[in-house]
């Protein structure tokens, strides 16, 4: 399934540098964070998450840095490789089980 | 683990016409998610279930819009009668806990409406 068209906020970096992904989410009673990664054709995948307890959580070459004052949301990719290419969605839940989604952004990876 | 599974891939209709989405969760996730992926509005939730009940169906666009559970291991999206403004990627996702940790998307149905 293709994700979202041509009007995504698009990030480009080289092979090899740290990508950095913002997210600005509206409810402040929302609890829980996750970032998805959608790949052409493909479903989101789930990517990492975090708690309104945190705000610092890493996992492998990927890091979400919450900043609740501010409302505000990154990931942060270590060493981009080729197949990090993809669009990237911040999603957010809170007193209710619904999980809504932000708008996306497009990371492009060049050699 | 087979992941969560949607028939069909691709679907592409006329106006009028009967269309039914199919979705196999995770073995074992009591919730199951509908979303409408569009270029213009993203990620949409349209409804969601648990346990087989429908919860929250107040994403559903409108009443051409209807969704089931009959079964724990499968959900059906129906929209009848089908317009070209329903063309999108329809996504099932499932989960085991309220927590939405993680949500499992399978990989879409295209659905084109002309």
């Known amino acids: 399934g293709e994700s979202v068209g041509l009007h995504l906020p698009t990030l480009s970096v080289q092979e090899g540098d740290n990508s950095i992904i913002n997210c600005a989410y509206s409810?402040?009673?929302?609890?829980?964070f996750i970032w998805y990664k959608q790949e052409s054709g493909k479903g989101p995948q789930f990517i990492i998450d975090?708690?309104?307890?945190?705000d610092k959580r890493q996992g492998q070459r990927v890091t979400v840095l919450l900043n609740k004052t501010v409302k505000h949301l990154s990931l942060q990719i270590a060493a981009t490789q080729p197949g990090d290419s993809a669009v990237y969605f911040c999603?957010?839940?809170?007193?209710?089980?619904?999980?809504?989604f932000g708008t996306g952004t497009r990371l492009q990876v060049f050699p | 683990d087979a992941g969560v599974i949607q028939s069909p891939r691709h679907e592409v209709t006329e106006m009028g016409q009967e269309v039914t989405l199919r979705c196999k969760p995770i073995s074992g996730h009591d919730y199951l998610f509908w979303y409408r992926q569009t270029m213009m509005r993203g990620l949409e939730l349209l409804i969601y279930f648990n346990n087989n009940v429908p919860i929250d169906d107040s994403g559903m666009p409108e009443d051409r819009f209807s969704a089931k559970m009959p079964n724990a291991s499968f959900s059906t999206l129906k929209i009848q009668p089908s317009e070209p403004r329903d063309s999108a990627v329809y996504f099932c996702?499932?989960?085991?806990?309220?927590?939405?940790?993680?949500?499992?998307f399978g990989n879409g149905t295209r659905l084109t409406v002309t």
């Open positions: 996702a499932s989960t085991k806990f309220r927590d939405l940790t993680p949500l499992h």
């Open positions: 409810n402040s009673a929302s609890d829980y």
């Open positions: 975090i708690r309104s307890n945190m």
């Open positions: 999603a957010e839940t809170g007193d209710t089980d619904k999980l809504i």
